[in-house]
DNA sequence: CAGTGGTCTAGACCACATG
DNA sequence: ATGTGGTCTAGACCACTGG
């Protein structure tokens, strides 16, 4: 940080009055429901840098170890995100997305404000992960396009899936995929005209390194893990998804048609 | 703990070798590791309590706070729960629950083994909650029953969930409900001999102090949340749920029909 | 009452990212 | 080289639970 670099004005205001010793609530918990208002009020932008642990902490008159409790929980409901040796920044408080049944994902983000993009993280080609094995009844020894994408809402990540596709129903993958990274394109390219959701599991986890870099969590967050499957008209089951979503940032919602 | 009160044998061998100091892998995360290894192994039964985190700590050669860090993340887990004043005990390692869509309620639980039973927590009346004004369509100023209901696998807590009903549609709920505690036989008993489901909407959260209570977690987990509609033939709309699940237990399942 | 988990302090060293 | 978050220690006091 710069030389003398001044306090936002929602943290003076803590500065003054830190916390009450003698309250019900733990110290921890206060600092935190501080943070939180300031954070959800928009006091703190998304995006915006906090100051350092060790400044927070003298503004509130406590020890790293106890305003760290406060952080860490306000990262759990995905608030923050702590980058080892740069900072912590306020991420967007938690819109709802009502990922529907039904009708195609696509759609599904139809309802959100912001403009919806899509980043391809990786395309590769590799054995297929035990839950595919059973989701796309192939063998083990098959081959599956492995492609792990990550969904943005104003370049804001909001949602990672991994697909597994069987190779042997798509040998143009890549080249047709490349055009405008459009899977039903893929699809459409080989024969599958239209394709319909055949079943989504949801359960709950914590991100791993990897996933939190993506989504911008830290690691071990807790999230959101869908298992989707699709199929063809035919009946043959054609793509496997895991997804995983920022726990609080997520409603999923499911219709009977 | 008694007089003497000898340490567990997985716990001895941890003793022996506590944690490889120079490791990558944080020390916390080593113990985590050990701890994990114990209880899904079997090594440490459901219900089970731990020796208490003074001897754990000395056990492992680290601080109370380095202990308490790896006990925290396996309490977000679902492993341990954390009794204050009692102790810390093994939970259940998580079952799948497959909460299936378009069947009734009460037959996702048909896949599940062991005995499932369900305990009636609380039943009142009063007002309705800012979800379910919306989800019932009735006024703020209608009156609603409260049905808390706790669902048990094997006399061990895996669902809860939070009823509310337009008190005006079900003027002998109490009496009826008294019979077997059975909703669907209010319904009958109320000229609803059927009813469907409407919606169901799943997102994340973390325990409030009653949840924690009743689900037997630790404060603060992480959990999932749904919301749930049914509706009669008639299309009014007659139930509004909200379940709270500990998140690694359940997997929810749905399907397009 | 003694033992438990919950909270808090005041230090310290480290790996990491940035300029 | 500096500042950041991540980890760890060695104490301490508290509120709660149970016998």
New binding site residues.
């Given amino acids: ?1 710069s030389e003398i670099d001044p306090l936002p004005t929602w943290l003076e205001h803590a500065s003054a009055n830190p916390y009450l010793p003698k309250s019900e609530r ?3 918990l206060q600092i935190y429901d501080r943070l939180n208002s300031a954070l959800r009020d928009g006091a703190v932008n998304a995006g915006e840098r ?1 100051p ?4 927070l902490a003298q503004c509130f ?6 305003l ?2 406060a952080l860490r929980h306000l990262q759990n409901e995905g608030l923050l995100e ?7 920044f306020a991420r967007r408080p938690g819109m709802v997305y009502q990922v529907g049944t039904g009708k195609r994902f696509a759609e599904s983000f139809d309802s959100v404000e912001g403009r919806m993009t899509t980043r391809t993280v990786a395309l590769t080609k590799s054995r297929p992960s035990a839950d595919a094995i059973e989701a796309l009844a192939i063998p083990e020894t098959a081959e599956v396009i492995l492609l792990t994408r990550l969904h943005l809402q104003d370049s804001y990540p909001v949602y990672l899936a991994v697909k597994e596709l069987p190779a042997e129903l798509f040998p143009n993958f890549a080249e047709v995929y490349a055009l405008d990274h459009s899977i039903s394109a893929v699809f459409k390219a080989h024969g599958i005209p239209k394709f319909s959701w055949a079943e989504t599991r949801v359960s709950g986890g914590f991100a791993e390194a990897e996933e939190a870099d993506l989504l911008h969590l ?1 690691p071990r967050t807790p999230v959101l893990r869908t298992l989707s499957f699709n199929h063809a008209p035919n009946g043959s089951r054609i793509e496997f998804t895991r997804g995983c979503w920022p726990l609080d940032q997520v409603q999923l919602r499911f219709l009977p048609r």
Same sequence: chains 1, 2.
């Fill in positions: 940080m733990a110290i921890w906090l350092s642990e060790t400044v008159g406590v020890t790293r170890v106890t760290r409790r702590a980058r080892k040796g740069v900072g912590i830290t």
